[in-house]
């Protein structure tokens, strides 16, 4: 098992735990844009936007977060308002500019529409994005464990929420990534909770390359909680 990055907090600054490397804000007009929150691991991150306003958090570019080929694990718990979904919750964002590749983590929840995203390719050009379509929006107000595997060998992407597999799935592509197994490498930095419209925690973003996790349902360790449990 390979973990390469697991999002933290130490000494009154964003740190990844992997590495003990710092992990930064970017903020678009005011400091008060990310701020604390109890979280399930320690302290949280809380992600706060406005019309015009919005930050992140980002890790430097590094070879570790290339994920071209091969099999690996990103999960996520992350607690979802009421409305801060509508544009997308960007749990995990690769840099862009065009002509360059692109990888994206992500929930949506707007009118009937309900997944989890997973999408890599080139910036303005062919792509593979695969869709696990949820019966509903999730719980608001309540811790939930996200988690993505890609079984590289068996050419198989697996979502879980809660520890329960998301068995509704969509491909769609252009071009040569078909399936999603023979896509760029991107190591460009990883950025958290980049969206125009997201005002949620998050928390214990990990990464996981060369180890595909799991393939059936599991239950999440959630540290003296059972998993779901209401942290307010």
């Known amino acids: ?39 399930v691991f320690g302290v949280a991150p809380k992600f706060l936007v406005n019309s015009y306003y919005y930050g992140y958090l980002y ?17 996520v718990w992350a607690k979802p308002s009421l409305g801060c979904c509508d544009n997308g919750q960007r749990y995990l964002y690769q840099d862009h500019s065009a002509g360059t590749p692109i990888l994206n ?7 009937s529409n309900h997944y989890i995203q997973f999408n890599a390719g080139v910036y ?7 869709y696990f379509h949820l019966s509903g929006d999730m719980t608001p107000n309540r811790w939930t464990h996200v ?8 050419e198989d992407f697996m979502c879980f929420v809660d520890g329960v597999r998301i068995t509704d799935r969509e491909i769609v592509y252009t071009g040569t990534y078909t399936t999603g197994f023979s896509m760029p490498d991107c190591n460009g930095s990883i950025m958290i909770g980049l969206a125009d419209n997201f005002s949620s925690p998050l928390d214990d973003l990990r990464i996981y390359k060369g180890e595909c996790l ?7 360790s959630y540290p003296g909680l059972l998993p779901g449990f209401q942290v307010l």
């Open 124 to 130: 303005g050009g062919d792509y593979c994005s695969v």
């Open 214 to 220: 799991h393939t059936t349902s599991f239950n999440p």
């Open 1 to 39: 098992m390979s973990l390469v990055f697991r999002l933290g907090y130490r000494d009154g600054a964003w740190v990844d735990k992997a590495t003990g490397k710092t992990v930064y804000e970017k903020l678009d007009g005011s400091t008060s844009y990310i701020t604390t929150c109890p979280g």
């Open 147 to 154: 988690e993505l595997c890609r079984d590289y060998g068996g």
């Open 59 to 75: 890790s430097a570019d590094s070879l570790d977060y290339a994920f071209g080929t091969g099999d690996f694990t990103m999960s």
């Open 105 to 111: 983590f992500m929930y949506y929840a707007g009118g």
